[in-house]
């Protein structure tokens, strides 16, 4: 189904905007921000650059929009792990999902986020911040579902959530950029489980 979300009356727009979208995902997914133009997106979104513009904004916006949607979907391990019952079983479910991810069949190696922080530096500060605030959101829910496991008794009363949390959250970058150098899924899978077996105990 074609979307008509915010065209103007008596001209819809002649393209599918999801899909649109889920095509400019895939190419900043697997070249970088700094790796494809405007006509690049365009043209494997399959519209012009004025549609574009149009119905996504500039790269810049494009860019959170894909991000956006990156998150809700392939990289939705992220929040999903959360609902685990342990906290090792969050920590394992959230690196493999890490994993399937950075080594998703017949998809760009690696993860659209990670590629993105290593750009930074050359980004414009709207776009930085985007990315900042997506990390920060996601150490903030880590956090707090490992301080609700010390409540819980499933750690140890002298855990810290914020190390733990960013300790995921730094295996899971390095998991993805070896991912992009071709690492395979089963090795990366070994380093998953290396991960979790040094999980503190409860």
């Known amino acids: ?3 008509r979300q915010g065209a103007p009356v008596g001209r819809p727009r002649g393209f599918d905007v999801d899909e649109a979208l889920e095509k400019a995902m895939l190419v900043f997914w697997s070249r970088g921000y700094d790796g494809v133009s405007l006509s690049d997106l365009a043209r494997a979104m399959g519209i012009t650059k004025t549609s ?14 894909a991000l956006h949607r990156y998150s ?17 079983a969050v920590a394992a479910a959230y690196l493999m999902g890490s994993v399937r991810t950075s080594t998703w069949p017949g998809g760009p190696a690696g993860c659209l986020s990670t590629q993105a922080f290593m750009a930074a530096g050359h980004l414009e500060k709207p ?23 010390i409540d819980e008794g499933d750690l140890p009363a002298d855990a810290d959530p914020d190390v733990l949390a960013r300790y995921l959250m730094t295996t899971a970058d390095g998991l993805a950029v070896q991912a992009s150098a071709g690492a395979t899924r089963a090795e990366l899978e070994q380093v998953a489980h290396a991960a979790v077996r040094n999980w503190p105990p409860a």
């Open 72 to 88: 809700e979907g392939p990289a939705s391990y992220a929040v999903d792990a959360l609902a685990e019952p342990t906290s090792r």
């Open 52 to 65: 574009l513009y149009a119905a996504f904004g500039n790269k810049d916006e494009l860019f959170q929009k």
């Open 1 to 3: 189904m074609v979307s």
């Open 127 to 149: 776009l930085r911040d985007a990315l900042d605030t997506w990390r920060v959101e996601n150490r903030a829910r880590l956090r707090a579902r490992f301080a609700r496991a």
